[in-house]
């Protein structure tokens, strides 16, 4: 089946210390996103590509950087974590926005980030 | 600035009874999806919503779209336990800019 895939579902790291997130799909969409959750919150959009071209948020922190080396993967690395970056992260895709009307969105099972 | 209302954010109710969760938006969009977030899961599309007065249901749950008041509802038919969730929905920015803004969620507790 073609889904979206996140490794790791859960990852731990200590407050400062670089960590990455990883997306994977087989959906060969054109859009990949990267989404912040945190608890009883709606999902906080930080950053997208369309194919190879990066759209930041105006209020993603400069801590957050984003690759996409391909059209299947995007990672998502956290420079130095704080405390407050603790929170589940979500990875999306959408079709070409181009030759689609819409732009529904396919969402991975995330990563659970926890800082200590 | 877009802004997209859900009420009410918190709903309980028993087993059998309907109920309706409402979104509204402040400015011109057609397009408005609904998705379902199950405890520490991902969201799950529920519903995509493209035109005045679209209309979807899948099972106990239907979804509709007035462009005009920039309102769509989620219709619940007696709910049993497993519609138990926090419901999301989103409008789509016009445009195709890829953004989606999102309400901020109902969590529906539907009681045995």
């Known amino acids: 089946d073609a889904m979206v895939i996140q490794n790791p579902r859960y990852q731990v790291t200590q407050f400062g210390k670089p960590v990455t997130l990883s997306c994977s799909q087989t959906?060969?969409?054109?859009?990949m996103y990267w989404y912040q959750q945190k608890s009883s919150q709606a999902p906080k959009l930080l950053f997208h590509?369309?194919?190879?071209?990066?759209?930041n948020e105006a209020d993603t922190p400069d801590n957050f950087q984003s690759r996409r080396p391909n059209t299947s993967f995007c990672f998502l690395d956290i420079r130095s974590p704080g405390l407050g970056d603790a929170a589940m992260y979500l990875c999306a895709t959408s079709r070409d926005l181009r030759l689609s009307s819409y732009n529904e969105q396919f969402f991975g099972p995330g990563t659970r980030l926890t800082v200590l | 600035e877009l802004k997209v209302e859900q009420n009410p954010l918190f709903l309980s109710m028993q087993e059998g009874k309907n109920y309706t969760i409402y979104c509204n938006y402040s400015t011109t969009s057609d397009r408005l999806y609904w998705y379902r977030q199950d405890p520490g899961k991902s969201l799950e599309s529920l519903f995509v919503l493209l035109s005045n007065g679209a209309v979807k249901q899948e099972g106990r749950l239907m979804a509709s779209l007035d462009t005009k008041a920039r309102l769509s509802t989620l219709h619940i038919t007696a709910a049993v336990h497993d519609l138990s969730a926090t419901y999301f929905c989103?409008?789509?920015?016009?445009?195709?800019?890829?953004?989606?803004?999102f309400g901020q969620g109902t969590t529906l507790q539907v009681k045995p």
């Open positions: 959906l060969n969409h054109n859009v």
């Open positions: 590509y369309y194919d190879k071209d990066f759209n």
């Open positions: 989103a409008v789509d920015i016009m445009g195709n800019t890829g953004k989606l803004i």
